[in-house]
């Protein structure tokens, strides 16, 4: 089946610092969506992304969409404490809404 | 709060029991998702209900089976529990059933011993 591998697998950043992490597949998706777990937590989204090439920001969230459509990249810029959490990236398909998730990064942040 | 409602919170069960998880989509949407989250699989699809049918299936056992009612809540009925099935079972919503936005709900933890 479809899978994203999404890296890196875990970040400890000092508070202040960027933070990019990213998504790669080998099958084409129509839509690329970010989501952001804490603890305890269902997954919230952070950005979705519709158009190949599609740069979209959130704040102090950035997103990209590939060229390609497999791949996607989230950039955090001057991370805070809040920041701590599991991120996920999602892939959805060309037809249908099921949504495939990456495996998630983990990140800390030292303050 | 992303107006999505899952009830309960946790479960705690033996093997071979049956429980039901139960899932309120948020006003007005449509398509109710179930999905597991467990250490090893990650959060993996299970099955998508659109307006009280089923939309598509994922990686749902057939020990597993959903519905969905006409005020569009949703249940999510797991049978001949096994240790293995341990997760927490996510629930989201969204208008349509294409290229639509996901809302997750909070969650059901389930623990079987």
């Known amino acids: 089946g479809q899978q994203l591998n999404q890296s890196p697998q875990s970040m400890f950043i000092q508070e202040g610092e960027d933070v990019s992490m990213n998504c790669t597949s080998s099958?084409?998706?129509?839509?690329w969506l970010w989501y952001k777990q804490d603890p305890g937590e269902g997954p919230v989204l952070l950005i979705a992304?519709?158009?190949?090439?599609e740069l979209t920001s959130n704040g102090r969230l950035t997103a990209q969409f590939g060229i390609t459509r497999k791949d996607s990249f989230l950039n955090i810029s001057a991370s805070i404490p809040s920041d701590v959490g599991i991120y996920f990236c999602a892939g959805q398909l060309q037809y249908g809404n099921k949504l495939v998730f990456g495996a998630g990064t983990i990140l800390r942040v030292k303050s | 709060d992303s107006g999505v409602t899952q009830t309960p919170k946790h479960l705690i069960t033996a093997t071979g029991q049956r429980v039901t998880l139960r899932c309120s989509p948020r006003s007005g949407d449509l398509s109710v998702y179930w999905y597991q989250q467990s250490l090893d699989q990650g959060l993996q699809f299970l099955i998508q209900y659109y307006n009280g049918e089923e939309r598509a299936k994922g990686n749902i056992l057939e020990r597993f089976s959903a519905q969905q009612f006409p005020d569009l809540h949703s249940e999510l009925n797991l049978s001949s529990l096994e240790l293995g099935d341990s997760a927490l079972y996510f629930c989201a919503s969204s208008r349509g059933t294409y290229q639509e936005t996901q809302y997750f709900g909070p969650g059901t933890r389930l623990l079987v011993l």
């Open positions: 099958s084409i998706f129509n839509t």
């Open positions: 992304l519709y158009k190949a090439g």
